[in-house]
């Protein structure tokens, strides 16, 4: 029997309890189902398991409802109530890991006769139970609780800094020279002469990539690089302490290597290591790269001396179009988000044998699009789509997961929170689309097991990404463009554009790569070295590791929302690019072929984390993953 989807409410008081109520109830059965693991000695180790899986369904609900409430529904008084409930959760999970009541059962329990998904989660549980301090004395136990408390309250802290951080600055008309006829209408002019402008990514990416006056571009940029600053600056400092504290009262050298003990990485001292494989392999091409857009960049501003994040994107944009015919507005105005939008759930839909139905149900703001994903008749999960930005909503772009799918018992659903415009689209933000919407089709696809610690994108975390990853490159594929990207005349984009596309693509690739390197360096010494001066370090760190410059005496980790859910581990990007770019290997017949897309899905997606990420990757290509097929995509071969 297929499980009912989550029913949303449909008014605002129903939501207000909804936000309370229901992770309220599912905390309340975690607690008496922990009580029967501590006094029911007699259970088997099987039965433990699935009593421990109750729990964790109800656990995963709980935090997955709130955590999106918090993040996406447009009244404050509800996110706020939701974002309490997460803290509530958040603490009981913690709790839960030191309780000797609890862990007792299963490190005593006899592992023979379980079947291999059984004996790994059973291995999964103990395992967090010694990395939630289960072991420690009683008085080292009662400060892990308090510290891994203090994390999430600092670390929601964070993230509502972030959403709530939105700035806006004004520019004379002039100042809007170079941009789209559809962007300059969409803006008025006020009594004074002047437009507003925004920090939210419908403003900021056109901007800076196709704003021709430097000063629009430094101030909008500019503005985004302070956002949630100063607020999170003490919050940040502290953060980072608590978890070095953590690291230490678990036995941990520092939060890096407390992070990667269960990810493929294996180790926080493999993070720089990894970290300089990608400084040598892409330090060649940066270089050259450079050399050619500051030289651009003089023809425009003779005086200038180096080129800055600001100037980073209109670069490119610029030297593509200049060298290899590819005019962004021009590619833009193939990519309407209404086709967009439809093209990625056709194009999905095949290459994942599934059908999206549009669902007429409640949700948490009326620009949510509702879908039911069906093959064959059968309905394998429901997802969410909510892709436009508003006021005190998540800000970038991101996949939630809301219900933990589990066989015959609950339907997998999860949700996209994006902030693209309503009009055209870069193609960048298509890439974008393309990306997050790998996370979803994994979530709900991988949303079948008997376990929930098992089901959805839950790999380990540095795999996470390479799903994604691997399916932007359907965004760059001419066959596939052209079954949604057309012109106001009903055309199609031109294969011999998508080609130029591809081409010049390749340009820049190694002055990105050095932006990744940037952020991932920041996430790895903040928590390892923890300066006292974050903004000072953290502009060397800029600085120092890609040609490109940031902006001067800025605050950008303030706004940096991956140094909470990321941590010490930003490195992860680019971990799982080595390995989307192998996976891509694997489509060598066509990016639509159904035999490679069939063998994809039954030996990735779909196994969700019941096996390693390596044997994932070795059962679909044949063989362990190298970092050729890196390379050479960063040489632009």
Known sequence: MTPEPLPFPADAAGWAAFAVERPAARVALVQ???????????????????????????????????????????DAAVREAAEQQVQAVESLSAARLLDRGLWQGFAGADAEGLDPDEARLLEHVLRDFRRGGVELADADRERARRLADRDTELALTFSRNIRDGRRQIRVPVAGLAGMPQDFVDAHP??????????????????????????????????????????????????????????????????????????????????IPQFLERLDEASRPAAEREYREVLARLREDAPDATEVTI???????????????????????SYLSFDRVAAGVLDVTGRLFDVEYVPVDAPAWHEDVRTYDVVR????????????????????HAACFPIAPGVTGRVLPEAALLCNFSRGLLEHDQVVTFFHEFGHLVHDILGGRHRFARFSGVATEWDFVEAPSQLLEEWAWDAGVLASFAVDADGEPIPADLVERMRTADAFGRGLEVRRQLGHANVSYRLHVDRPADLQGET??????????????????????????????CYYTYQWSLVIARDLLS??????????????YRTEVLERGGTRDANDLVEAFLGRPSTFDAYREWLAGD
């Open 586 to 599: 694997g489509f060598g017949a066509g990016l639509m072929d159904p035999e490679a897309a069939l063998r």
């Open 32 to 74: 008496e189902l922990d009580e029967r693991l501590r006094t029911e000695p007699a259970l088997t180790a099987a039965e433990r398991l699935d009593l421990w899986n109750d729990a964790d369904i109800a656990l995963r609900q709980a935090m997955n409802e709130a955590y999106l409430v918090s993040e996406a529904h447009p």
């Open 539 to 568: 502009e060397r760190l800029y600085s120092e590791t890609s040609p490109v410059q940031p902006l001067r005496g800025l605050h950008p980790y303030a706004g940096f929302g991956h140094l909470t859910g990321y941590g010490a």
């Open 189 to 270: 002019v006020d009594d004074e002469g002047m437009v507003t402008l925004s920090t939210d990514y419908p403003d900021l990416m056109p901007i800076r990539e196709y704003a021709t006056d430097r000063a629009t571009r430094l101030a909008l940029v500019g503005a985004y690089n302070d956002l949630a600053w100063p607020e999170n600056d003490a919050v940040l400092a502290e953060l980072l302490e608590v978890r070095a504290e953590r690291a230490r009262l678990l036995g941990y050298s520092d939060w890096a290597d407390y992070e990667t003990e269960t990810r493929m990485i294996g180790s926080g001292a493999a």
């Open 310 to 332: 600001a100037d980073f994107w209109h670069l490119l944009s610029v030297l593509k179009r200049e060298r290899y015919d590819v005019d962004a507005q021009r590619v833009r």
């Open 376 to 395: 064959g008749g059968d309905r394998l999960g429901r997802i969410h789509l909510d892709l436009h930005p508003r006021e005190g909503k998540f800000s």
